[in-house]
């Protein structure tokens, strides 16, 4: 199903019933996408008869959940002031007010007596276009819906979000038999547009399409080990990285999740699927029962597979339920895997392995493949018997569902297309293991491969239609390589490459590890502008990686430039930076940059001179060079600086605001959003945010191009006015008295005093104002000397050894 596009309409308002957990999270994720939300939970039925109408003890539940996002880590929320939007009442007073909501979404505990007795009673409070969603994780909608009108189910269906709601990216879509294919497009609309999830539409039936998938494979793959007699940290080493998997893999994610909520989650699986071919592997090993009994929930109690000591994390021996320090799992298939960077590469290394390692790895997805095949289409069949109802529509679902739900780089269909669809099957016939009817079908029809095509231009094997078809996705998508794929590509060079986006805009993509800015990047943004100008384009900058839009400049370069006394070369380079970043600021085109996860150092700097930005919601940006004894040297002290003064009347004091800017940067602060980007100085009012991440390459496009044709015209030059000596003096006393109280280290003085001279202005007087070029200038000479320092060059060299500052 793709209804993305259709039927589009603005959710403004909406109301959350129950505050635990999932309900406040849901609540402050709504709250940060700008919706007003009301959410709601019970009267506490302890309230003492004297506080009966005190309104603030009736929403005392309510209150309890906003004060957990208030407090949260990691934060739930995207800026504090999300929870202004967010109003508390409870389920007896305000369920009127709440029913009249745009939107309203049931995540009370889940107790299907609990949420029909709910859903009667709002019922008849339903405002006319008000859609009703729950949260449930897997009761059937015919039960929750059972004695409700047809319009209450015309406008019901299941929202089922994965906790925790800002950083987990799945929404999965349930509709009922009566729900309206057009609120269910609204709704779709709504989760991918406004809260940025990735939408999955699963089939009513139980745990729906991740978790059903997840548990699957979790519970299984526990019995598995026990049998086999495999330790915890040893499973954990197997199905983590090395398989494509998260770091947390199998025993750590349980957990993370809760070994009480594990349990209800597979024994919901064992009771309801009794048509399941695969059901007894929901049953729960009572080693888990036993943990339970124990106490030992996971993180909740501190207890789990894993125990967190003074000493360091000790894991659970499975024998005798002791707690051991780890022993590091030594396989010859891990070690072969180590070295590889690509998951494909991993995956298919780890999976041909020939010990004991691989061959449980092997099996448990072999398991996984065949399962997941039975799981899809019309009513799934092996040998020609027909099992358990389909949870989805295509194999898309499920492989989505697995990355954006759990976190896997590859679902279980991409998974196995890597290895070799047709081997694998041999393969797992020898164990005896045989997928669903359309896997033969498909083979037998002489296609290979589940999916086809390109980047940005996939296509999946449709086994209804037996033929491929495009993978649905959003007329937003603008994936670069899609564009590289098709031949787009303008120039490149070994660290970046400019391609076409059409519509009068180019974008700069980097290219380097981790998209670290080096003379390469540095040298086709220079062109970049030069071409665009030529052709009258604007340009965005922008990169593809899951992780960082740039975490700053190649400090290996530096330190090994340092380290030789390369003084003339180093300083060139510095100086190309901010020649480059002023070019993106003052160049003849318009320039968007648009940074997403880490953007730190000198890929702030670089998001920092565009004449705007599009970032994304989860953005971690900050200006960390003090971390490796320096301070930015591509003109990030400059820009935050100018941005601080920018609105100071010119008979203000400036030190307040060069005070702000030397703790923001002196500290290293970084940003765990694009909202506290903001409010650091980092972004601007002006810049606007993506809340979907596939989204956010076409929105800076659709940025750029509107600049551009309003006639673009580049700013001015700015002047500032700095405090001088006075202020250096007291920047670099409070130093000192923090270095006499060992709140720092020898180095950190020279390094702030390095920052300070910058900030302050150096030697200039507080009645002249300092041009950006005297700003670089100087910046750029106190990062020279900051160079020269050996604590700095050993600094830069632990970093690059081990991706930790060293205190020295």
Known sequence: MNTLGKHDRRFRKAAVLGAGVMGSGIAAHLAGAGLDVLLLDIVPPDLNPAAATDKRARNRFALGGVERLRTSKPSLIFHPRDLERIRVGNLEDDLAEAAKADLVIEAV?????????????????????TVLASNTSGLPIGKLMAGRSVEMRRRFLVTHFFN?????RLLELVSGEDTDPQVMCQIAGFGETQLGKGIVYGKDTTNFVANRIGMYGMMGLISEALTAGFTVEEVDAIFGQPLGRPKSAVFRTADMVGLDTVIDVAQNCYDNLTSDESRQMFAIPEVIREMVRRGYKGDKTGKGFYQKTKEGLLVLDLQTLEYRAQQKARFDSLGAVKNLTE??????SLLSGTDRAAALAWKATALLFAYSSRRIGPRSEVDGNQHDAPIADDLCQVDRGMRWGYGWELGPFEMWDTIGVKASVERMEQSGIRPAKWVYDMLSAGRTTFYSGEPGQKHYYDFGQHAEVAVPKSPRELPLAGRAAQGHIIDKNDGARLLDLSDDVYALEFQT?????????IGL???????????????????????????????????????????????????????ANQLLRYGPVPVVV?????????????????????AHAELYMGLVEVGVGLIPGGGGCKELLCRLLATLPDN?????SVQRAFETIGLAKVATSAEEARSLGFLRETDSISFHRDHLTYDAKQLALGLLRAGYRPPRLRQVRLPGPSGFANIRSSLQMMLEAHQIMPHDLTVGSALARVLTGGNTSPTLRMTEQQLLDLEREQFLALCGEQKTRDRMMYMLQNNKPLRN
Request: with cysteine; charged share 20%.
């Open 109 to 129: 505990r889940e107790d299907l007596q609990v949420k029909q007795a709910l859903f009667a009673k709002i019922e008849p409070l339903l405002g006319p276009q």
């Open 164 to 168: 925790p709601v800002r950083y987990m």
């Open 513 to 521: 590890k981790m998209n670290s800015v080096d003379g390469d990047v």
């Open 594 to 614: 648009a940074p997403f996860g880490l953007t730190l150092g000198g890929g702030a700097e670089v998001t920092m001179h565009g004449d705007a930005v599009r």
């Open 652 to 656: 203000a004091d400036p030190f307040p």
């Open 525 to 579: 943004l220079n062109k970049a502008i030069e071409i665009c100008d030529a052709r009258n384009k604007a340009l965005v900058i922008t990169n593809e990686s899951a992780e960082a839009f740039s975490v700053g400049a190649n400090l290996m370069l530096i330190v090994m430039a340092a380290m030789q006394g390369n003084w003339t070369m180093l300083e060139k380079v510095v100086a190309d930076f901010q020649n």
């Open 343 to 348: 998951t494909t590469d991993r995956v298919k």
